[in-house]
């Protein structure tokens, strides 16, 4: 039987040849820490209550477009964290692996006092560690107790190593949990957000399209969107070149014929109704979208008088051709749509004053209109 300090020597070594480091691998490091200026934009996406209900055309508009912003910040700040996520989850793979590597290099070290422990427990006819203590001289029996502690010190390190790879690995999937968790519930916020976004664009889109029914402009029966009218879909208008905009996304008028890019129609629409209310009778207009053979057809009848084709702002849906009074320069509606038409969007260009002079030429500016 071996003496009880050789059991005792037997029975670390081999619990420690016997300890398990393989802790479940997880798929991330730490939760994601920081937040971006695309995902700060993502998450408060909808935290801005309206003060009050919009009104007018112009705000339906302007809320309805706001709305659709935010929809594609939210995707936007959701795609960010993604990437994020799958950058930390990267990093933490690459950790993993280091320490699969330095397991590898524990499991040869502690290899051989492996041996040595299952060669004692074995062998019968080693008794303990009295191998250590054959008859010898006092230095070979010295230099048998230096190897023995030797041997144990070396088993200590290496179950030391072991035991801080063990909670090192436990800690990463601790780590790796804590992440999938809280990615997930972000991920499922920016999705709540986006549905409540799309479902706050859709209604307005929709309150407009009725409120357009209401003042005469054909674009059906209010129940499926607003078609040309949406102006959600403005970045579309822009994809097509001068005088080539699609019939659905151009944008009915109250005047019967006449047409424009959305946001100008809806900025037009509310524009209307304000001079109607101060005349008495909507806005005449002699013109409005132009297309492209039509702009042609108007450069050749009026030279001088119209712009290049592919060149007018009329074939982008942003200009219009007056009439009723506002053809005549400083006729009283002149003036008045010349006080007033900013507030909605529209202006008089500078040029339009002096080269060519065109007093009936007016014109929406995207940018101003934004700014409503």
């Given at each position: ?49 309206l003060d009050k209900e919009p009104t007018t055309l112009t705000e339906l508009r302007r809320e309805a477009q706001k709305a659709y912003k935010s929809i594609e910040d939210a995707n936007r700040a959701l ?294």
């Amino acid at each position: 039987m071996p003496s009880p300090r050789s059991a005792g020597l037997i029975a670390v070594v081999t619990v420690m040849t016997s300890l398990a480091v393989s802790a479940p691998y997880g798929t991330a490091s730490a939760a994601l820490a920081g937040t971006t200026t695309t995902e700060a934009a993502g998450e408060s996406a909808v935290a801005g209550v309206l003060d009050k209900e919009p009104t007018t055309l112009t705000e339906l508009r302007r809320e309805a477009q706001k709305a659709y912003k935010s929809i594609e910040d939210a995707n936007r700040a959701l795609v960010a964290r993604q990437k994020k996520f799958g950058a930390v989850e990267k990093e933490l793979a690459t950790k993993l692996e280091s320490l699969q590597q330095a397991t590898a290099e524990l499991n040869k070290l502690r290899k051989p006092l492996s041996d040595l422990a299952s060669s004692m427990y074995q062998d019968p006819s080693l008794d303990g560690i009295s191998p250590f203590f054959r008859a010898g001289s006092g230095t070979e029996t010295l230099r048998r107790i230096a190897d023995l502690d030797h041997i144990v010190a070396g088993r200590n390190n290496v179950l030391g190593d072991a035991v801080k790879l063990l909670e090192r690995q436990q800690q990463l999937a601790q780590e790796a949990q804590e992440l999938r968790a809280a990615s997930l519930l972000q991920e499922a916020q920016l999705s709540a957000q986006v549905t409540v976004l799309r479902k706050r664009s859709t209604a307005l889109v929709r309150s407009l399209t009725k409120a357009l029914i209401k003042l005469g402009v054909k674009i059906g029966d209010g129940t499926q969107g607003a078609g040309g009218c949406d102006p959600t879909r403005i970045s579309q208008a822009e994809q097509y070149p001068n005088g080539l905009l699609p019939k659905n996304i151009l944008c009915p008028l109250p005047q019967a014929g006449e047409e424009l890019r959305a946001d100008a129609a809806i900025a037009f629409a509310d524009l209307n109704i304000a001079y109607k209310k101060r005349f008495g009778t909507s806005m005449c207009i002699s013109d409005s979208y132009r297309s492209l053979s039509e702009q042609q057809s108007i450069y050749y009848r009026r030279p001088g008088f119209a712009a290049t084709p592919g060149k007018s702002n009329h074939g982008l849906g942003l200009a219009v051709d007056l009439c009723g009074g506002v053809q005549n320069f400083r006729s009283v509606q002149f003036n008045w749509l010349e006080a007033n038409s900013k507030r909605y969007g529209w202006m008089h260009p500078d040029w339009a004053y002096h080269s060519p002079f065109e007093p009936w030429h007016w014109e929406y500016d995207p940018k101003l209109g934004s700014q409503l």
